[in-house]
């Protein structure tokens, strides 16, 4: 029982995700903190069939959260919503969660199956590196219109869900301690790239691909350089960028400054080792790299972009700067490794994460659950015809 009401008896979600990415550490956080507030989940993770499995099932299973891994024959198969629809016949659920435009795609024909618990479908953002992957991005927006409810990390992602009317939520990731310490060859590899790289020594951490801006850090770096500042950089991550990114770092004479880390399990190490955090982003949801950042106490520059004012607002806790503007994220970054770091940037970190905890998340959670439970009524016929505009664009 939370507030004197009943919590939801089992929650499923189903994840397009076989690596420990962002919204996978969200999701397993809290299916943890769900479970010890008396909600079961469990957590169906999609597999391409002769593929491994991937880290994502140990990662649930370190973390004793239930899963079951359903295999995925690729894009055109349908007849893997039987096998998923199989599967939550047994769990019995008392709601559907679906995270990833897989799992969208899934759930849509799960009501085409006329399997019909109560769907809650999260949109985490969009990549952009490719045509094929765009078009999936599309398809997701549309096709969680036939969701009871829409959630999203920012204000600007709701902005985009208009359609959808009063089913659309923000409920905001949470600050998260970043990850225990991981492979030692992984902290070997890590001590052994950085050992010569000078301070004050930034990084950027997350995936690889355009709208992550990494080729905007870089055009930045390289106006430090031209204005001899002192620095070294990090970008920690991979992705479909890594060779046109490491191709720019060549052409902008780079290299003795930069490092590419690649991908790696111990975050933890990453955040301590570095002096300033850079999120260059051209778009967001919520990056779960600035909450991480101020839960490990280090100082950060981000574009304002999607979530990341709603975070930081007015507060001392990021310098924020507008996206697309290598020169601006160049100054900020200058600004910020030649002032010593403040107290009153300290407490608003604090502040921030005290404001964007994992039970502020749960209880969030709880009451859209039951919100979606309790609204056992037909949406509104305006609702209605705006969602079915949706589709039939």
């Not at 999609?46 to 994502?56: D, I, Q």
């Not at 969680?144 to 089913?167: D, K, N, Y």
């Not at 995936?207 to 770096?221: H, I, M, T, Y």
């Not at 100082?299 to 507008?322: D, F, I, W």
Request: a positive charge; one cysteine or more.
């Amino acid at each position: 029982m939370i507030g004197g009401a009943a919590v939801p008896e089992r929650i499923a979600a189903l994840v397009s995700a076989d690596s420990i990415s962002g919204p996978a550490r969200q999701l397993t956080a809290l299916a943890g903190a769900l479970r010890d507030v008396g909600t079961e989940c469990l957590v169906v993770v999609f597999r391409r069939s002769g593929r491994s499995p991937g880290t994502l099932p140990r990662y649930l299973d370190d973390a004793g959260i239930a899963h079951t891994v359903v295999d995925d024959q690729g894009p055109a198969d349908w007849r893997m919503a039987t096998r998923v629809r199989d599967v939550l016949t047994r769990w019995r659920p008392s709601i559907l969660q679906t995270h990833g435009y897989k799992a969208t795609a899934v759930a849509y024909w799960l009501r085409k199956l006329r399997f019909r618990p109560p769907w809650v479908g999260f949109f985490h953002g969009s990549t952009a590196e490719n045509l094929k992957t765009r078009w999936y991005h599309w398809i997701d927006r549309r096709l969680l219109a036939a969701a009871e409810r829409v959630v999203v990390m920012s204000r600007a992602q709701a902005a985009e869900f208009r359609h959808c009317g009063r089913r659309v939520r923000v409920i905001h990731n949470a600050a998260l301690a970043t990850p225990a310490a991981g492979d030692p060859s992984d902290r070997a590899r890590w001590s052994a790239l950085t050992r010569d790289l000078p301070r004050p020594r930034i990084g950027v951490v997350g995936r690889l691909s355009p709208e992550k801006g990494v080729d905007l850090f870089l055009d930045a770096c390289a106006l430090l350089m031209r204005d001899g500042v002192a620095y070294s950089a990090v970008i920690v991550g991979d992705g479909p960028e890594r060779a046109r990114l490491a191709a720019q770092c060549r052409r902008l004479g780079l290299e003795s400054r930069v490092a590419f880390a690649g991908q790696t399990s111990d975050v933890d190490v990453v955040y301590r080792d570095l002096d300033l955090v850079v999120l260059p982003s051209r778009s967001e949801g919520l990056p779960n790299t600035l909450l991480e950042a101020m839960w490990a106490d280090v100082p950060a520059v981000a574009t304002a972009v999607g979530a990341v004012p709603e975070v930081v607002g007015t507060s001392a806790a990021a310098r924020l700067v507008a996206p697309g503007s290598a020169a601006a994220l160049a100054d900020a970054i200058h600004v910020a490794i030649t002032n010593e770091d403040s107290a009153e940037a300290r407490a608003a970190r604090r502040a921030a994460v005290s404001r964007f905890s994992l039970e502020r998340r749960v209880q969030a959670h709880i009451e859209l659950y039951r919100e979606v439970l309790e609204d056992r009524h037909p949406r509104g016929e305006e609702d209605d015809a705006a969602c079915a505009a949706s589709l039939e664009q």
